[in-house]
């Protein structure tokens, strides 16, 4: 018989545990339109649930509609958080908000404030293109100020650094620990000062941890959430070093193939991931190699 182990620490983290409640009590109070910007979390299914609940989606504030004299709607920040300047775009259209924003994502955007203000040179390891990533940025514009973002070691000769720079250094809070470690000691080799903030939050840290001590006992890890989750992407590539590891979105997607010859399989979850959509996994896994 095949057996299942799962990681310690997998699925819902705090913040989208958070943010789904919050979406779910908007909605209850049917009290106007309310509107997300961008997607609510990494996860498809869960994002269609709460379309289907009433959520409305837009990518940007400018997609507002006009309201009428007297009207009122809400806008959910997700999260992710987003930059200063998109809360007064959503407010100059008349609309509340109502922030979502995990307050472990306050925790950079707080830093990297501090640093630009102090005259620190900030860089920030992470994914330029990352919401997460564009809230802080925009934080820092509002300090100001400005940053460079990279997200590994190999990008640190694009930033040209001088002996005398004094260099801020924050995480995403999704970004693996010893990347982040790395960087911080090799940008210590090339200037005088370097003041870091780990800025990863704990539930990465548990879910890195949990998958780093799961992988190397089977023999092959899946990793359950979004294809775009930037949180279940860092699990893939962490159990990917010790094991063969396959990311998939939802149960339908796993292969029999995978299976062949596995007495052990890991299961791990990104944070956006629900239990319904891991025990699926795994069911799916029993019935594959002809156990259920
Ligand atoms: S991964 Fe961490 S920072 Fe992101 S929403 Fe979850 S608890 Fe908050």
């Known amino acids: 018989m095949i057996e299942i182990l799962r990681a310690k620490s997998a699925g819902f983290c ?31 299914q869960e994002v269609e649930r709460i379309q289907k609940m009433g959520m409305k989606f837009i990518q940007d504030p400018s997609e507002l509609p ?6 009122w709607g809400r806008v959910l920040i997700r999260a992710h958080g987003v930059a200063p300047r998109v809360k007064e775009a959503i407010k100059a259209r008349g609309y509340e908000i109502a922030d979502g924003t995990c307050p472990l994502v306050t925790i950079p955007h707080r830093f990297a404030r501090d640093l630009v203000t102090d005259g620190y040179r900030l860089v920030i390891m992470g994914h330029r293109e990352h919401p997460e990533i564009q809230g802080i940025l925009g934080e820092v514009e509002g300090a100001g100020g400005r940053a460079d973002v990279v997200s590994g070691i190999e990008e640190i000769g694009q930033l040209s650094l001088k002996a005398s720079d ?19 000691s090799s940008v210590l080799e090339k200037v005088l000062e370097v003041r ?13 941890d ?18 775009q989750s930037s949180n279940t992407n860092r699990l893939v590539e962490i159990a990917s070093e010790y094991t063969s ?9 796993l292969m029999a193939e995978w299976f062949q010859g596995v007495r052990r399989v890991g299961i791990s979850a990104g944070a956006s ?5 891991i025990r699926e996994v795994c069911h799916r896994i029993r019935t594959l190699v002809g156990e259920s």
């Not at 989208?16 to 009290?31: D, G, Q, T, Y």
């Open 14 to 44: 705090f913040g989208v545990e958070r943010i789904l409640e919050m979406a779910e009590e908007l909605l209850a109070e049917k009290n106007g339109p309310v509107y997300c910007l961008g997607e609510l979390i990494h996860n498809p």
């Open 210 to 227: 949990a998958i780093r001590e799961l992988a190397p006992q089977v023999d092959v890890v899946i990793v359950v959430g979004g294809h």
């Open 66 to 71: 006009k309201l009428d004299h007297g009207g």
């Open 166 to 184: 004094r260099v801020g250094l924050i995480s995403q809070t999704t970004h693996p620990y010893p990347k982040f470690a790395e960087l911080i």
């Open 245 to 253: 590891c396959y990311h998939v979105e939802e149960a339908s997607e």
């Open 196 to 208: 870091a903030y780990n800025t990863i939050c704990y539930a990465t840290f548990e879910r890195q």
């Open 273 to 277: 991931t629900p239990e319904r959509a």
